[in-house]
Antibody
Framework: QIQLQQSGPGLVKPSQTLSLTCAISGDSVSSNSVAWNWIRQSPSGGLEWLGRTYYRSKWYNDYALSVKSRISINPDTSKNQFSLQLNSVTPEDTAVYYCTRDGGSFHFDYWGQGTLVTVSS | DIQMTQSPSSLSASVGDRVTITCRAS??????LNWYQQKPGKAPKVLIYVASSLQSGVPSRFSGSGSGTDFTLTISSLQPEDFATYYCQQSYGTPPFTFGPGTTVDFK
């Protein structure tokens, strides 16, 4: 049974870095057939795909243009997890952040529990 | 980026009603269209993927259709647990993978 368990702080100060981790059980971050994604949901309810990391003989990343200059998604094979770092946050980055799996059929089939991150001083 | 729209933005229905939600893409996305259900305080859950494939464990009253730019999610007989918000999402080609704004189904 695949599970994604998120961890990280719920409060980040403006201009600082948001850091979240997603621990994977029941699958491998290094699987050659899946991709590991971060998605966020604004307080108004809109869902925004932020980026992904995946392994196909080497590691690849894709990022949304809206955050490309500030985002980094990295795998940690020793702990079977992946992380999100978003730099220079502003209150507009306040959202519920989800880690998800794309199981190879072009949809997000497993989701973490979500982490509400508030950007405020 | 491919833009997704949904209609209606909300609807009121009764148990047993047939409900239809429409999603439109700003360009052709073939059949790379997924539908999710979200209840308050929970993560979205995939119902339908690649336009018409039913995710394992999802009741058969949910169905999807369409290709190109126009897609439909149908709930054949609305059940009490189906009151939720529904999102479409495209996964065509290279990222970004964009979502529709959502359709909220509530009690009439």
């Amino acid at each position: 049974q695949i599970q994604l368990q998120q961890s990280g702080p719920g409060l980040v100060k403006p201009s600082q870095t948001l850091s979240l981790t997603c621990a994977i059980s029941g699958d491998s971050v290094s699987s050659n057939s899946v991709a590991w994604n971060w998605i966020r949901q604004s307080p108004s309810g809109g869902l925004e795909w932020l980026g992904r990391t995946y392994y196909r003989s080497k590691w690849y990343n894709d990022y949304a243009l809206s955050v490309k200059s500030r985002i980094s998604i990295n795998p940690d094979t020793s702990k079977n997890q992946f992380s999100l770092q978003l730099n220079s946050v502003t209150p507009e980055d306040t959202a519920v952040y989800y880690c998800t799996r794309d199981g190879g059929s072009f949809h997000f089939d497993y989701w973490g529990q979500g982490t509400l991150v508030t950007v405020s001083s | 980026d491919i833009q997704m729209t949904q209609s209606p933005s909300s609807l009121s229905a009764s148990v047993g009603d047939r409900v239809t939600i429409t999603c439109r893409a700003s360009q052709s996305i073939s059949s790379y269209l997924n539908w999710y259900q979200q209840k308050p305080g929970k993560a979205p859950k995939v119902l339908i993927y690649v336009a018409s494939s039913l995710q394992s464990g999802v009741p058969s009253r949910f169905s999807g259709s369409g290709s190109g730019t126009d897609f439909t999610l149908t709930i054949s007989s609305l059940q009490p647990e189906d009151f939720a918000t529904y999102y479409c999402q495209q996964s065509y080609g290279t990222p970004p993978f964009t979502f529709g704004p959502g359709t909220t189904v509530d009690f009439k």
